[in-house]
């Protein structure tokens, strides 16, 4: 079969009559580009010189060490032929976004680049079929001669790209009909798209395009969403010669690095984008793209608009550095609404929803419900009961990591703090509070409704300051948005958008039918309201709580969900109390000095980051009680920062969440998911967050289940049994044991004799060498011979053996610590007898059983396999850093013999949180006595950015053939920093979402593991690395080959 299949290119010479040859002429030009090109911040409508409201008045005015607004770029434009003459105009709203590319499955696509730049530069493609002198992407690949002519066009150079817009790379089955794909410069990533190398591909299914125009699709967009990092442009220093007076700048400083960090869209800052119009009830389709570092965590919001995305109900979309994705939405409500980031405050602009006579399919609510709700200050103690349940100690007990959240101090406030909070009432008179359930904790109350239903909420602002209320997911005009900002053209914000105190106003919210959930969504889903007259400053104070919108007839006259015993509601944030209302006011009434209070200091704003969950930290979360065999759902959302990564994670059980069965739910600001578990192991289990800081920082609780009158669910009788042998071992590992890629790279991009601070020994650094410990398998219980790993395991390297099982089946794990230190090993998904994981000391031998039951198994939408992973309980965080981890794959008895299976683990392996950190310290460091461990480069310097342990292309055992099937499970770990988007040249891959969807980038936020099918057709060898800038620089990135 493998040789009828051919190369990819030889369909040229026989393309079917409907193909296409689209020509796109494009060169790369040096140019300014100005990132707030009306001169104003259009949020507020002032001059920057006057804005003293936003970051503006800092960052954008030009001065004596400030750039300003205005950078010198390279950019791509596109002509109208090949003679590179004469511009072709661009939608306005495009930005600094390269022209944009659209093609359907079956169309060749031919670019003509010509390089009008003073450096070389290259056009490289997502999402498309390409022979390697197509690929457009710098780095050894092992090609040489006219396979190397693509990867970087001289100054002055043209080339012409030749790409095939084949099936399997197109829109997968239930993507929409065109999806989002974007190419960029390649020589040098990083610095060629900050220096603005980048834009648009639409790939469309076949027959769905109208020329150039998608068909019932009356206007469309594309957005990027970058913090665009203008320090690591090829241009800055000509900028800062040609901006700064004197051309001199301390380049080092934080304060001029932050200045030259555009939080944009499309390049375009504070409102300043332009022409995003629509008519009321046009169909609208929006093309969402991420870019850049490990800041550029990006929850895209819509005001007053909900969106279809892969099939789901939406109105927020995150994206992540090479995130790609479109959301469909019909434009309703005429006026100016806003659009942008949730998190950063200049990524924001105005879409305008103009009344242009279309016909409505407004449909009133047949019944509305009252809410009575009050704004209201309380004092909020973060841990009650003053104890960390995880450790049994108190939490100001002296070391703790607990201590610095919660001792009181002259100059620390402690756990407890001022906070407003929304509270639910009887009735208008907001006299008797409605009781609530205890572990809804700081959370404002359950607002629920069905489709086709009106709410009406009285809320009252018992507080001292202007606060509102503001849905997610709910239908709402101007007049009852609930959000304060000020619109271009003027006008006064609407009285809903700000209730001064003492006030009561009237929200009516609107449920129709095009706001519920669709048909591949739950019953009900998980929304959330906040105050948003600043929404930043509104939620840190404490102002948020949970909505639910459910398909009609879902709740019974109780308003609980039917066929649901118990609904629990998590909110897994990081409180910022230095970003309170109330801060001054806490520093007053809980610290013995307030005016000793330095609220710069930053170990003072480390001991306000409140990492909770309903407010509450280490385990100090009332009421999250259930029976066995309960019909659970969990409604769990998120709000915070670029660092509320969070992946909660569920010990014990697992639940479905879109037809796919995880124990684990990678949540982001803004963004709520509804979750179905039936519990079926007895005990008291974990619910934490896996992201290190937020583990180490509180964000974990715990949840019982109990005996009750149900049976156990799980009636598996595990007739079948197996065992392995694993053995945690200390060795020395090298996660470069060759540097012969990584000098390659750099000798392409001109960059000789660079110092990689991860691997060169130089002064204090340590290398690329470190002490860990690994799990290794034996051949039997003597722990003498080592089993050997086959081809098919090579790939592995610092992971320990992959554990194949199918539900049914039970798991003897004898293993035998050969390390210096206790250890254990536990897996994610098993069920076993106890809720608890013994440790095992040094030298011993202990059993651990593992049970696999159906609800550790795929899904009905999941792939015929699906990863989990084990690890050591002693001290998660600890133990997984010194390299305690390896997969675990579940499959259907029935999956194909024949499937290859490999396994990815991006992480950064944190060195300085091993328990073997001084020992290496003192073994590899030149210097160890000069080390200092506070020094941010050395530091860093110990977090290695590895894929499998390893670093700059030194993975092995990753060849293919054509023609193979090939599950890739991909696992990410680690901590706010391991954002990860795995990207794969050459191939795309198919993964499930209630459906079947193609990309070629992957979202891998810590606590995701996720399979992702590849069918691989194109020889070669070819790249594949996380798409954060950093973590490319960091050496997150090798390759993979496909041979015949």
Known sequence: MKALLPLMFLVFVSSPGWAKDRHYCIGIKETTWNYVSIGKNMLNAKPFSEDQEFQSYANLQRGPNRIGSVYKKALYFQYTDDTFQTIVEKPSWLGFLGPIIKAETGDFIYVHVKNFASRIYSFHPHGLTYSKENEG????????????????????????????????????????????????????????VASGLIGPILTCKRGTLDGDTEKNIDRSFVLMLSITNENSSWYIEENIQTYIESGKVNTSDPGFEESNQMPSINGYMYGNLPNLTMCAEDRVKWYIVGMGGVLDVHPLYLHGQTLISRNHRKDTITVFPASLEDAFMVAKGPGVWKLGCQIHESMQAFFNVTNCQKPSTKVPGKRVIHYYIAAEKIVWNYAPFGINFFTRKNLTAAGSESQVYFEKSPTRIGGSYNKIVFREYTDASFRTQKAREKHLGILGP???????????????????????????GLRYNKSNEGSFYRIPGGGIPPPSSHVNPGMTLVYTWEVPPDVGPTSTDPNCLTWLYYSSVNMTIDINTGLVGPLVVCRN???????????????????????????????????????????????????????????????????????????????????????????????????????????????????????????????????????????????????KQKYHVRQCSKPNPDQTQYAEEKTIYIAAEEKVWDYSPSRKWEKERQRLQGKRNQTNIYLDKIGTYLGSKYKKVIYHQYDDITFTNQTKRNEDEKHLDILGPIIFLTPGQKLRVIFKNKASRPYSIHAHGVKTNYSTVAPTQPGEIQTYVWQIPERAGPASEDFECIPWFYFSTVDVIKDLNSGLVGPLIVCHKNAKANLVHRVLHFMIFDENRSWYFEENVNTYSSEPNQVDRNDDNFYLSNQMHAINGRMYGNNQGLTFHVGDEVNWYLIGMGSVFDLHTVHFHGHSYEYTDVGLYRSDVYDLPPGVYQTVKMYPRDVGTWLFHCHVSEHIEGGMETTYTVIR
């Open 446 to 472: 359950v607002i629920k409704a069905e489709v086709g239903q009106t709410i009406r909420i009285t809320f009252y602002n018992n507080a001292s300051m202007p606060l509102s209320m503001h849905p997610h």
């Open 553 to 699: 007839g879902s709740l019974g006259k109780d308003g609980k969900q039917k066929g649901k015993d118990k609904e629990f509601y998590l909110l897994a944030t990081t409180f910022d109390e230095n970003k309170s209302y109330l801060l001054d006011e806490n520093i007053r009434d809980f610290t013995t000095t307030p005016e000793n209070v330095d609220k710069e200091d930053p170990d003072f704003q480390d001991s306000n980051q409140m990492n909770s969950i309903n407010g509450y930290m280490y385990g100090n979360l009332p009421g999250l009680d259930m029976c066995l065999g309960d019909n659970i759902s969990w409604h769990v959302l998120s709000v915070g920062s670029e660092k509320d990564l969070h992946g909660i994670y569920f010990s014990g059980n697992t639940f479905t969440s879109l037809g796919s069965r995880d124990d684990t739910i990678p949540l982001f600001p803004h963004i709520s998911q509804t979750l179905s578990m039936t519990p079926d192991s007895l005990g008291t289990f974990n619910v934490v967050c896996m992201t290190t800081e937020h583990y180490v920082g509180g964000m």
């Open 137 to 192: 992407a710098l780095y050894p690949d092992n090609t040489t001669g006219l396979q190397k002519e693509d990867d970087r066009l001289e100054p002055g150079a043209q080339y012409t790209y030749k790409w095939y817009v084949e099936e399997k790379q197109g829109p997968g089955p239930n993507d929409s009909n065109c999806v989002t794909r974007i190419y960029h410069s390649h020589v040098d990533t990083p610095k060629d």
